[in-house]
């Protein structure tokens, strides 16, 4: 037998890359979406059993992947905390999604758990350990401004360190500044609450955190003790090392669909759960492209309508049939020339493409669209005695360009007081604190809006850059 040579104890490049592909195929296959929908399930579980165990606390989904964790027929609500609020150096209080309706919610039922989860190599995500503590002390400091003890930031112990947590409180005074500076009435549910809200932190890995042990654990949840818990649940147990070593199990599976789901939202996944997971994984693309084109004309029915104000609603397309006096934008997916956007008198239909495209045209739509609705408003001033007229505004959705566009108009047509401003008089300059303001009654009025950064920022070009 010849002697072993240096050749024969190194693998050769071409089995490197063997080795690589495989791994990298192992690693592809655990990463299926019959393994995704299946963590899913398993984290659901988990969820559900967590709120039968906490007097059954409503539960809340953290949006997008919290939907994914909670039976459609045990979800309460929708929030919209962003993690990013939340990042190290970057904390924020949003203005745009303020998650007031939570606060019925808690004065209703004595808490609220709001689901959220992460993927690996984290234990819980930014959303709950640090933008859903700041929204409860700003709410806490926003209600009760006289009642010092209740304004303490409170974060995850072993999670937020000391020195972040200190730093973030110094800017909480600027963001209750914020908040206060949209004129928001929280009159009628500071009558309702009598207690500060207190997150508290839950997870699969771990107990509660935040809360006394024993019977006063009890009392709290049963609506007897000193605080609202909000209990920040991570529905996924995390995971250590690669989920190579999980048997199939994904932590944050519900999260980055955008990568794995080929159009499958949480809904059509719970409509449809069991025909899912009993697909093999080689069907599943052709069967969620069937059930997503189904689920989109079985959609065809009418959006509910949603009133922002008095003469102004927003509405997913289509949009049902209408009566006399109401007037429709449509906001449609397709680029069109802007000739052929106004279809008759009552209705305009504007083509402005899809997601961030469309966002950013809606900034060279907004003038046209403004002009249409105001003629039609100042020509129904003119005839006394007549019903208000009604403007419906619609999108895909209904909760982004549609309110993008309702809050121009809300803005273009209408002064602070909600009176339609007077026919040829002189335009006020508009800033970011106003728009905010008239975009903090709209968030108001439909807690579930969620209009993208995009759309925004075309209204507040549209609206500060008027005049020229």
């Not at 700041?134 to 010092?148: A, S």
């Not at 599943?284 to 492209?289: D, K, M, N, S, T």
Request: aromatic share 6%; net charge negative; hydrophobic share 35%.
């Amino acid at each position: 037998m010849p002697p072993l040579t240096e050749a024969d104890l190194l693998f050769s490049e071409a089995a490197n890359h063997n080795f690589s592909r495989i791994l990298t195929d192992l690693k592809r296959s655990n990463l299926s979406i019959h393994n995704r929908l299946s963590s899913c399930l398993s984290d659901s579980s988990y969820v559900v059993s967590l709120s039968r165990s906490l007097n059954n606390l409503p539960l809340v989904a953290n949006e997008r992947c919290g939907s994914w964790y909670i039976p459609p027929h045990l979800k309460s609500s929708s929030a919209y905390f962003k993690s990013t609020d939340g990042h190290a150096g970057q904390w924020a209080f949003s203005t745009r999604r303020l998650n007031l309706h939570l606060l019925d919610l808690i004065a209703e039922r004595g808490g609220v758990v709001v689901v959220d989860s992460t993927r690996r190599g984290k234990s819980m995500p930014d959303a709950l350990s640090k933008t859903v503590p700041m929204w409860c002390c700003v709410m806490n400091r926003m209600l009760w401004p006289e009642r010092r003890e209740w304004h303490g930031l409170r974060v995850p112990p072993g999670v937020v360190g000391e020195s972040e947590r200190s730093q973030i409180e110094e800017r909480l005074g600027g963001f209750v500044r914020d908040f206060a500076g949209l004129g928001v009435d929280l009159e009628g549910v500071r009558g309702r609450l009598d207690r500060p809200l207190r997150p508290v932190w839950k997870g699969r890995d771990d107990g509660f955190e935040g809360m006394e042990e024993g019977e006063e654990e009890i009392e709290m949840l049963d609506g007897e003790g000193e605080f609202y818990p909000v209990v920040c649940c991570t529905a996924s147990r995390g995971v250590r090392g690669t989920e190579l070593s999980e048997a199939g199990y994904i932590q944050g599976a519900g999260d980055d669909t955008e990568n794995w789901a080929h159009g499958l939202t949480a809904e059509i996944w719970w409509r449809h759960k069991d025909e899912l997971l009993a697909t093999a994984e080689g069907e599943l693309p052709a069967l969620i492209e069937w059930l997503v084109a189904e689920e989109s004309e079985r959609g065809g029915g009418a959006g509910s309508l949603r009133r922002l104000t008095d003469v102004i609603s927003v509405s997913a397309l289509p949009v049902e049939e209408q009566s006399a006096r109401t007037y429709v934008v449509k906001l449609v997916p397709e680029t069109t020339e802007m000739e052929t956007w106004q279809k008759s008198k009552t209705e305009m239909e504007v083509g402005i493409g899809k997601s961030k495209l469309a966002g950013r045209n809606l900034r060279h739509a907004l003038p046209t669209i403004c002009q249409f609705v105001k003629e039609i408003l100042d020509s129904n001033a003119a005839e006394e005695g007549e019903q208000t007229p009604q403007v419906i505004v619609a999108c895909g959705t209904g909760k982004d360009l549609s309110v993008g566009v309702a809050l121009g108009l809300d803005c273009w047509c209408f002064d602070k007081s909600g009176k339609l401003r007077v026919k040829d008089a002189e335009m006020p300059v508009f800033d970011k604190t106003a728009i905010r303001v008239r975009l903090g009654r709209i968030m108001t009025a439909m807690p579930e809006a969620n209009p993208s950064r995009t759309t925004l920022q075309s209204v507040n070009s549209f609206l500060m850059d008027w005049q020229r």
